[in-house]
């Protein structure tokens, strides 16, 4: 049992550089959230999806764009990295239904420097 | 806005204290209310969540919360702490009418043997 699996785990990027960051759940979990996670910060939502083909910014989307054309997916893209946005990327999922009372399912992070 | 806030960045306990991680949250509604563990290089696993009934909430690992709406407080606690409970504890609040998560800043547990 997978859960929410991220790829890559560890990536160092050039400033301008760009990137894709893939989620991928096996839970048939309708809402899907990328966050940032920065110390001293706890995690920040950049942009979250409450069914495939819908995407909604969060707290922090500048800079970011996502992309949900599969259920189990969810694409956080980079266009032109920054070193503001290093930091640990995590994705999570949760089910539908009562969507406010169920716990999100979390990945590992993936951890990203922009040099 | 929605708000929580984790006062405390580190506390520090010896095993088979009982421990106490403090919560505050500022919402203009019902809360529910969460928390999450971190351990090293990992994701965030649930603990527990309040929705509504009983203040005091049970969860994962012998850990319970409770919800005081006049303080506006959510603490996470254990009877007796483990050296296996070190790690990172966040709180979390959403209203009912919203996706969002509004994560706290992260409690640093330390319980030393």
């Known amino acids: 049992n997978a859960g929410v699996t991220q790829t890559p785990k560890f990536r160092v990027l050039k400033t301008g550089q760009s990137m894709t960051l893939l989620c991928a759940q096996d839970?048939?979990?309708?809402?899907m959230y990328w966050y940032r996670q920065d110390p001293g910060m706890g995690l920040r939502l950049i942009h979250y999806?409450?069914?495939?083909?819908?995407?909604a910014k969060g707290e922090v989307p500048d800079g970011y764009n996502v992309s949900r054309l599969k259920k189990q997916n969810f694409l956080l893209g980079l266009e032109s990295a920054a070193p503001s946005q290093t930091s640990v990327y995590f994705c999570?999922?949760?089910?539908?239904?009562?969507?406010?009372?169920?716990?999100?399912?979390f990945g590992d992070g993936t951890r990203l420097s922009i040099l | 806005a929605q708000s929580v806030a984790q006062p405390e960045d580190q506390v520090n306990v010896a095993e088979g204290n009982p421990l106490t991680v403090k919560c505050t949250y500022s919402?203009?509604?019902?809360?529910?209310l969460f928390w999450y563990v971190q351990y090293p290089n990992r994701g965030l696993q649930f603990l527990l969540k309040?929705?509504?009934?009983?203040?005091l909430v049970k969860g994962s690992y012998g850990f319970e919360a409770e919800f005081n709406k006049s303080q506006t407080s959510f603490h996470l606690k254990k009877p007796s702490a483990l050296v296996s409970d070190s790690a990172l504890y966040f709180c979390?609040?959403?209203?009912?009418?919203?996706?969002?998560?509004?994560f706290g800043s992260g409690t640093r547990l330390l319980v030393r043997p």
């Open positions: 839970m048939n979990h309708e809402y």
């Open positions: 919402v203009s509604g019902n809360p529910y």
């Open positions: 999570a999922s949760s089910p539908q239904g009562d969507y406010s009372n169920q716990p999100q399912h």
């Open positions: 309040y929705i509504t009934g009983d203040n």
């Open positions: 999806s409450v069914g495939e083909g819908t995407t």
């Open positions: 979390a609040v959403t209203l009912g009418t919203n996706y969002k998560l509004i």
